[in-house]
């Protein structure tokens, strides 16, 4: 398997908050936010990255919003 480092990246960003839903650990509208985050939608990365800056339904993580925020910027690299 050959991954770019980007590829990488954007894949760990949300297996951490992933396995916490499976668990139960989330609710709901988190998961649906990381979900629709991951298939680019704008107002979902703004959404859950204020969500993560305030600890809002997530445990509060600022390097975690922060890589939410920047998620856009990945996206259009790939493309």
Do not use: W
Request: no cysteine; net charge positive.
């Amino acid at each position: 398997m050959n991954l770019k480092p980007a590829g990488i990246l954007l894949m760990s960003l949300f297996m951490a908050p992933y396995a916490a839903a499976e668990s139960g650990g989330l609710p709901p509208e988190v998961v649906q936010l990381q979900q629709q985050a991951q298939s680019g939608e704008a107002q979902a990365q703004y959404q859950l990255a204020v969500r993560y800056l305030r600890g809002d339904g997530v445990e509060k993580n600022e390097a975690q919003a922060v890589r939410v925020m920047h998620f856009p910027v990945f996206l259009r690299r790939k493309r």
